[in-house]
Protein backbone atom coordinates (compact mmCIF):
# COMPACT_ATOMS: atom_id res chain seq x y z
CA UNK A 1 0.00 0.00 0.00
CA UNK A 2 1.44 3.10 -0.81
CA UNK A 3 1.98 6.46 1.26
CA UNK A 4 -1.32 7.92 2.79
CA UNK A 5 -0.16 11.94 3.15
CA UNK A 6 -1.83 14.58 5.16
CA UNK A 7 0.02 17.81 4.04
CA UNK A 8 -0.54 20.44 6.89
CA UNK A 9 0.00 24.44 6.53
CA UNK A 10 -0.27 23.38 2.79
CA UNK A 11 -0.06 27.07 1.41
CA UNK A 12 0.42 26.44 -2.50
CA UNK A 13 1.13 23.03 -2.25
CA UNK A 14 4.94 22.86 -2.40
CA UNK A 15 5.25 19.67 -0.21
CA UNK A 16 2.44 18.08 -2.64
CA UNK A 17 4.71 18.81 -5.40
CA UNK A 18 7.47 17.24 -3.37
CA UNK A 19 6.00 14.27 -2.59
CA UNK A 20 6.02 13.96 -6.67
CA UNK A 21 9.31 14.13 -6.88
CA UNK A 22 10.60 11.59 -4.73
CA UNK A 23 8.33 9.60 -7.06
CA UNK A 24 6.77 7.98 -4.09
CA UNK A 25 3.77 5.35 -4.23
CA UNK A 26 0.83 7.03 -2.56
CA UNK A 27 -1.04 10.17 -2.58
CA UNK A 28 -1.94 13.35 -0.15
CA UNK A 29 -5.15 11.93 1.12
CA UNK A 30 -5.71 15.73 2.35
CA UNK A 31 -4.58 18.94 2.84
CA UNK A 32 -5.24 22.00 5.09
CA UNK A 33 -4.77 25.57 5.27
CA UNK A 34 -6.55 28.43 6.45
CA UNK A 35 -5.32 30.92 3.79
CA UNK A 36 -8.14 30.92 1.33
CA UNK A 37 -6.10 32.79 -1.68
CA UNK A 38 -3.50 30.42 -0.99
CA UNK A 39 -5.88 27.09 -1.19
CA UNK A 40 -7.23 28.52 -4.46
CA UNK A 41 -3.93 28.18 -5.98
CA UNK A 42 -3.51 24.71 -4.47
CA UNK A 43 -6.76 23.82 -6.12
CA UNK A 44 -6.47 25.10 -9.54
CA UNK A 45 -2.76 23.54 -9.67
CA UNK A 46 -3.06 20.55 -8.32
CA UNK A 47 -6.94 19.91 -9.31
CA UNK A 48 -7.65 18.48 -5.70
CA UNK A 49 -9.55 20.15 -3.01
CA UNK A 50 -7.50 21.58 0.31
CA UNK A 51 -9.62 22.14 3.66
CA UNK A 52 -9.94 25.60 4.74
CA UNK A 53 -9.00 24.78 8.73
CA UNK A 54 -7.75 25.79 11.04
CA UNK A 55 -5.30 22.91 12.34
CA UNK A 56 -5.75 23.35 16.02
CA UNK A 57 -9.26 21.91 15.41
CA UNK A 58 -7.40 18.91 13.75
CA UNK A 59 -8.16 15.37 16.14
CA UNK A 60 -6.98 12.03 16.44
CA UNK A 61 -9.61 11.05 15.22
CA UNK A 62 -9.58 12.61 11.65
CA UNK A 63 -5.94 11.48 11.28
CA UNK A 64 -6.70 7.90 11.95
CA UNK A 65 -9.66 8.15 10.06
CA UNK A 66 -7.77 9.44 7.07
CA UNK A 67 -5.15 7.03 7.38
CA UNK A 68 -2.28 8.76 7.74
CA UNK A 69 1.03 7.70 7.30
CA UNK A 70 3.14 10.20 6.23
CA UNK A 71 2.79 13.84 7.63
CA UNK A 72 4.45 16.86 5.94
CA UNK A 73 4.06 20.60 7.29
CA UNK A 74 5.48 23.88 7.30
CA UNK A 75 4.08 25.05 10.22
CA UNK A 76 4.01 29.54 10.43
CA UNK A 77 7.51 30.83 10.68
CA UNK A 78 6.68 34.32 12.09
CA UNK A 79 7.05 33.28 15.84
CA UNK A 80 10.86 32.44 14.74
CA UNK A 81 11.92 34.66 12.07
CA UNK A 82 14.99 37.03 13.20
CA UNK A 83 12.95 39.92 11.84
CA UNK A 84 9.71 39.49 13.95
CA UNK A 85 9.60 39.32 17.82
CA UNK A 86 10.75 35.69 18.54
CA UNK A 87 8.20 35.50 20.82
CA UNK A 88 8.10 31.56 20.12
CA UNK A 89 5.34 29.43 21.89
CA UNK A 90 4.19 32.87 23.47
CA UNK A 91 3.14 33.79 19.53
CA UNK A 92 -0.69 32.70 18.84
CA UNK A 93 0.78 31.92 15.47
CA UNK A 94 2.61 28.82 16.89
CA UNK A 95 -0.91 27.35 18.64
CA UNK A 96 -1.28 25.27 15.82
CA UNK A 97 2.04 23.29 16.43
CA UNK A 98 1.68 23.44 20.06
CA UNK A 99 -1.44 21.41 19.36
CA UNK A 100 0.12 19.23 16.83
CA UNK A 101 2.88 18.28 19.10
CA UNK A 102 -0.09 16.92 21.78
CA UNK A 103 -1.83 14.94 18.85
CA UNK A 104 1.49 13.30 17.44
CA UNK A 105 1.89 11.09 20.04
CA UNK A 106 -1.93 10.25 20.23
CA UNK A 107 -1.65 9.42 16.37
CA UNK A 108 -0.51 5.91 15.77
CA UNK A 109 -1.17 5.40 12.00
CA UNK A 110 1.20 8.09 11.36
CA UNK A 111 4.57 6.95 10.31
CA UNK A 112 6.73 9.12 8.91
CA UNK A 113 6.90 13.16 9.42
CA UNK A 114 8.86 15.48 7.53
CA UNK A 115 8.56 19.68 9.10
CA UNK A 116 10.68 22.37 7.52
CA UNK A 117 10.53 25.71 9.18
CA UNK A 118 13.10 28.64 9.04
CA UNK A 119 16.94 28.52 10.32
CA UNK A 120 16.37 29.88 14.33
CA UNK A 121 13.48 27.17 14.77
CA UNK A 122 16.48 25.09 16.14
CA UNK A 123 16.81 27.34 18.79
CA UNK A 124 13.40 27.73 19.58
CA UNK A 125 11.43 26.09 22.41
CA UNK A 126 8.55 25.45 19.80
CA UNK A 127 11.26 23.35 18.66
CA UNK A 128 11.91 21.61 21.93
CA UNK A 129 8.56 20.89 22.28
CA UNK A 130 8.69 19.26 18.72
CA UNK A 131 11.16 16.82 19.14
CA UNK A 132 9.28 15.53 22.95
CA UNK A 133 6.43 15.22 21.03
CA UNK A 134 8.27 12.64 18.42
CA UNK A 135 9.95 10.99 21.44
CA UNK A 136 7.24 10.27 23.27
CA UNK A 137 5.74 9.01 19.85
CA UNK A 138 8.54 6.43 19.16
CA UNK A 139 9.92 8.15 16.26
CA UNK A 140 13.83 8.12 15.45
CA UNK A 141 14.21 11.74 14.53
CA UNK A 142 17.60 13.64 12.35
CA UNK A 143 17.51 17.38 11.76
CA UNK A 144 19.17 19.51 8.98
CA UNK A 145 19.87 23.31 7.84
CA UNK A 146 19.79 22.95 3.86
CA UNK A 147 19.96 25.33 1.10
CA UNK A 148 18.79 24.63 -2.41
CA UNK A 149 22.27 25.69 -3.66
CA UNK A 150 23.70 22.23 -2.07
CA UNK A 151 21.53 20.83 -4.30
CA UNK A 152 22.61 22.55 -7.39
CA UNK A 153 19.97 25.07 -7.65
CA UNK A 154 21.13 28.88 -7.95
CA UNK A 155 19.02 30.23 -5.24
CA UNK A 156 19.88 30.33 -1.43
CA UNK A 157 17.16 29.75 1.25
CA UNK A 158 18.85 28.17 4.84
CA UNK A 159 15.89 26.42 6.43
CA UNK A 160 15.60 24.19 8.89
CA UNK A 161 13.91 20.64 8.40
CA UNK A 162 13.58 17.78 10.87
CA UNK A 163 12.53 14.17 9.28
CA UNK A 164 11.31 11.21 11.65
CA UNK A 165 10.11 8.13 11.33
CA UNK A 166 9.30 5.35 12.94
CA UNK A 167 9.84 2.18 11.64
CA UNK A 168 14.05 2.04 11.84
CA UNK A 169 16.79 4.64 12.72
CA UNK A 170 18.42 6.40 10.28
CA UNK A 171 22.01 4.92 9.30
CA UNK A 172 23.64 8.26 10.16
CA UNK A 173 24.20 10.18 13.18
CA UNK A 174 21.87 12.05 15.51
CA UNK A 175 22.34 14.59 17.86
CA UNK A 176 23.63 16.81 15.82
CA UNK A 177 22.22 19.60 12.85
CA UNK A 178 23.52 18.57 9.67
CA UNK A 179 24.62 20.97 7.47
CA UNK A 180 24.61 18.79 4.09
CA UNK A 181 23.02 15.81 3.11
CA UNK A 182 24.72 12.54 4.75
CA UNK A 183 26.91 10.69 3.08
CA UNK A 184 25.99 12.38 -0.19
CA UNK A 185 28.63 11.47 -3.28
CA UNK A 186 30.88 14.92 -3.48
CA UNK A 187 29.31 15.57 -6.70
CA UNK A 188 31.19 17.64 -8.80
CA UNK A 189 27.92 19.09 -10.87
CA UNK A 190 27.95 23.35 -10.46
CA UNK A 191 24.91 24.91 -9.64
CA UNK A 192 22.82 25.92 -13.02
CA UNK A 193 23.27 29.59 -14.16
CA UNK A 194 20.46 32.17 -13.40
CA UNK A 195 20.40 32.23 -18.01
CA UNK A 196 18.75 28.39 -17.36
CA UNK A 197 15.38 29.63 -15.35
CA UNK A 198 14.62 32.89 -17.18
CA UNK A 199 11.74 33.43 -19.42
CA UNK A 200 11.51 34.68 -22.89
CA UNK A 201 10.31 38.16 -23.94
CA UNK A 202 9.58 39.43 -20.21
CA UNK A 203 6.88 42.06 -20.16
CA UNK A 204 7.99 45.45 -19.07
CA UNK A 205 5.41 45.23 -15.68
CA UNK A 206 8.61 43.91 -14.64
CA UNK A 207 11.12 46.58 -14.86
CA UNK A 208 12.29 48.45 -11.51
CA UNK A 209 10.08 51.39 -11.32
CA UNK A 210 12.22 54.70 -11.61
CA UNK A 211 11.90 55.77 -7.86
CA UNK A 212 12.89 52.70 -6.88
CA UNK A 213 16.05 53.33 -9.03
CA UNK A 214 17.07 56.53 -8.38
CA UNK A 215 16.87 55.88 -4.58
CA UNK A 216 17.32 52.28 -3.67
CA UNK A 217 19.90 50.83 -6.48
CA UNK A 218 22.69 50.95 -4.31
CA UNK A 219 20.61 48.23 -1.94
CA UNK A 220 19.87 45.56 -4.29
CA UNK A 221 21.09 42.48 -5.77
CA UNK A 222 21.78 42.87 -9.07
CA UNK A 223 22.31 39.40 -10.79
CA UNK A 224 23.81 38.57 -14.36
CA UNK A 225 23.07 35.96 -16.56
CA UNK A 226 25.96 34.04 -16.04
CA UNK A 227 26.04 34.12 -12.91
CA UNK A 228 24.58 31.03 -10.78
CA UNK A 229 22.84 32.78 -7.48
CA UNK A 230 20.34 34.65 -6.28
CA UNK A 231 19.20 35.70 -2.59
CA UNK A 232 16.53 34.06 -0.47
CA UNK A 233 12.86 35.96 -1.93
CA UNK A 234 10.70 36.63 0.63
CA UNK A 235 6.84 37.66 0.70
CA UNK A 236 7.68 41.40 0.61
CA UNK A 237 9.47 40.58 -3.05
CA UNK A 238 9.29 43.52 -5.11
CA UNK A 239 7.08 45.60 -2.31
CA UNK A 240 10.12 45.95 -0.49
CA UNK A 241 14.16 46.57 -1.94
CA UNK A 242 16.28 45.47 0.75
CA UNK A 243 16.45 41.55 1.59
CA UNK A 244 13.44 40.35 -0.06
CA UNK A 245 15.07 38.94 -2.91
CA UNK A 246 17.63 39.61 -6.47
CA UNK A 247 16.80 41.90 -9.14
CA UNK A 248 18.11 40.80 -12.59
CA UNK A 249 20.22 42.58 -15.43
CA UNK A 250 20.05 41.19 -18.44
CA UNK A 251 23.82 43.05 -18.69
CA UNK A 252 26.72 41.44 -18.21
CA UNK A 253 29.12 42.09 -14.65
CA UNK A 254 31.52 44.58 -16.94
CA UNK A 255 29.05 46.45 -18.50
CA UNK A 256 26.94 47.50 -15.57
CA UNK A 257 29.72 48.16 -13.68
CA UNK A 258 30.94 50.77 -16.26
CA UNK A 259 27.41 52.24 -15.70
CA UNK A 260 27.55 52.15 -11.70
CA UNK A 261 31.13 54.03 -12.25
CA UNK A 262 29.37 56.68 -14.58
CA UNK A 263 26.96 56.97 -11.70
CA UNK A 264 29.23 57.17 -9.08
CA UNK A 265 31.14 59.65 -10.93
CA UNK A 266 28.01 62.03 -11.38
CA UNK A 267 27.44 61.46 -7.23
CA UNK A 268 30.84 62.65 -6.72
CA UNK A 269 30.77 65.33 -8.79
CA UNK A 270 27.20 66.64 -6.88
CA UNK A 271 27.96 65.51 -3.68
CA UNK A 272 27.77 69.50 -2.10
CA UNK A 273 24.85 70.08 -3.64
CA UNK A 274 21.74 69.45 -1.72
CA UNK A 275 19.23 69.23 -4.15
CA UNK A 276 20.88 69.00 -7.46
CA UNK A 277 19.65 69.75 -11.04
CA UNK A 278 16.79 68.61 -12.02
CA UNK A 279 19.26 67.69 -15.45
CA UNK A 280 21.60 66.01 -13.07
CA UNK A 281 19.07 63.72 -12.32
CA UNK A 282 17.76 63.14 -15.17
CA UNK A 283 21.24 62.03 -16.54
CA UNK A 284 21.46 59.77 -13.74
CA UNK A 285 18.45 58.31 -14.03
CA UNK A 286 19.16 57.41 -17.70
CA UNK A 287 22.61 55.94 -17.35
CA UNK A 288 20.59 53.79 -14.65
CA UNK A 289 17.55 52.92 -16.97
CA UNK A 290 20.53 51.31 -19.41
CA UNK A 291 21.10 48.51 -16.90
CA UNK A 292 17.49 47.44 -17.47
CA UNK A 293 16.78 46.14 -14.16
CA UNK A 294 13.92 43.86 -13.60
CA UNK A 295 12.34 42.04 -11.16
CA UNK A 296 12.29 38.03 -11.26
CA UNK A 297 9.01 37.15 -12.36
CA UNK A 298 6.73 35.05 -10.76
CA UNK A 299 7.63 31.86 -12.79
CA UNK A 300 10.65 32.48 -12.71
CA UNK A 301 10.59 32.88 -8.55
CA UNK A 302 9.02 29.16 -8.88
CA UNK A 303 11.30 27.83 -10.88
CA UNK A 304 13.96 29.19 -8.42
CA UNK A 305 12.32 26.85 -5.82
CA UNK A 306 12.05 24.62 -7.75
CA UNK A 307 8.86 24.24 -9.04
CA UNK A 308 7.64 22.30 -12.08
CA UNK A 309 6.35 23.75 -15.08
CA UNK A 310 2.85 22.77 -14.73
CA UNK A 311 2.64 24.16 -11.59
CA UNK A 312 0.65 27.60 -12.44
CA UNK A 313 -1.52 30.20 -10.62
CA UNK A 314 -5.01 30.68 -11.53
CA UNK A 315 -5.56 34.23 -14.15
CA UNK A 316 -7.37 36.13 -11.04
CA UNK A 317 -3.91 35.80 -8.35
CA UNK A 318 -2.22 39.38 -8.63
CA UNK A 319 1.55 39.28 -8.58
CA UNK A 320 1.72 40.59 -5.35
CA UNK A 321 0.02 37.63 -4.13
CA UNK A 322 2.19 35.55 -6.36
CA UNK A 323 5.19 36.92 -4.76
CA UNK A 324 4.16 37.03 -1.32
CA UNK A 325 2.84 32.88 -1.52
CA UNK A 326 5.43 32.29 -3.08
CA UNK A 327 7.33 33.91 -0.80
CA UNK A 328 6.50 31.70 1.93
CA UNK A 329 6.51 28.10 0.76
CA UNK A 330 9.19 25.99 0.29
CA UNK A 331 11.94 24.44 -1.87
CA UNK A 332 10.07 21.71 -3.89
CA UNK A 333 13.97 20.22 -4.73
CA UNK A 334 15.15 20.33 -1.31
CA UNK A 335 12.14 18.73 0.85
CA UNK A 336 12.46 16.04 -2.09
CA UNK A 337 15.31 14.74 -1.62
CA UNK A 338 14.65 14.95 2.02
CA UNK A 339 11.77 12.45 1.74
CA UNK A 340 13.55 10.57 -0.14
CA UNK A 341 16.07 10.19 2.75
CA UNK A 342 13.22 9.53 5.17
CA UNK A 343 12.07 6.37 3.28
CA UNK A 344 15.28 5.45 2.19
CA UNK A 345 15.96 1.48 3.91
CA UNK A 346 19.22 1.68 3.11
CA UNK A 347 20.42 4.53 5.22
C1 LIG B 1 5.15 28.61 5.79
S1 LIG B 1 3.55 28.66 5.08
C2 LIG B 1 3.44 27.06 4.36
C3 LIG B 1 3.72 27.05 2.92
C4 LIG B 1 3.42 25.79 2.16
N1 LIG B 1 4.22 24.65 2.54
C5 LIG B 1 3.61 26.07 0.69
O1 LIG B 1 4.26 25.33 -0.01
O2 LIG B 1 3.09 27.09 0.24
C6 LIG B 1 2.52 28.49 6.48
C7 LIG B 1 1.05 28.30 6.12
O3 LIG B 1 0.35 27.98 7.31
C8 LIG B 1 -0.95 28.53 7.23
N2 LIG B 1 -1.48 28.56 8.61
C9 LIG B 1 -1.00 29.28 9.64
N3 LIG B 1 -1.68 28.98 10.79
C10 LIG B 1 -2.60 28.04 10.46
C11 LIG B 1 -3.59 27.32 11.19
N4 LIG B 1 -3.77 27.53 12.48
N5 LIG B 1 -4.36 26.43 10.54
C12 LIG B 1 -4.18 26.22 9.21
N6 LIG B 1 -3.26 26.86 8.46
C13 LIG B 1 -2.47 27.76 9.07
C14 LIG B 1 -0.75 29.86 6.57
O4 LIG B 1 -1.93 30.30 5.94
C15 LIG B 1 0.37 29.53 5.56
O5 LIG B 1 -0.16 29.23 4.30
Not at 6 to 31: C, P, R, T, W
Not at 61 to 76: C, D, I, Q, R
Not at 80 to 107: M, N, V, W
Not at 289 to 306: C, G, N, W
Request: proline share 4%; aromatic share 10%.
Amino acid sequence: MGFRVLELFSGIGGMHYAFKYAQLDGNIVAAMDVNTVANAVYNFALNCHVKTRNIQSLSEKEVSKLGATMLLMSPPCQPHTRQGLQRDTEDKRSDALTHLCTLIPQCETLQYILMENVKGFECSQARNQFVEALEKAGFYWREFILTPTQFNVPNTRYRYYCIARKTKDFAFAGGKIWEEMPESPSTEQSVSQISAILEDNVSCEYLVPDDVLTKRVLVMDIIHPTQNRSMCFTKGYTHYTEGTGSAFTPLSKEESHRIFELVKEIDNNNQDTSSSSEDVRQRRLDLLRQIKLRYFTPREVARLMSFPEEFAFPPETTNRQKYRLLGNSINVKVVGELIKLLIATKQ
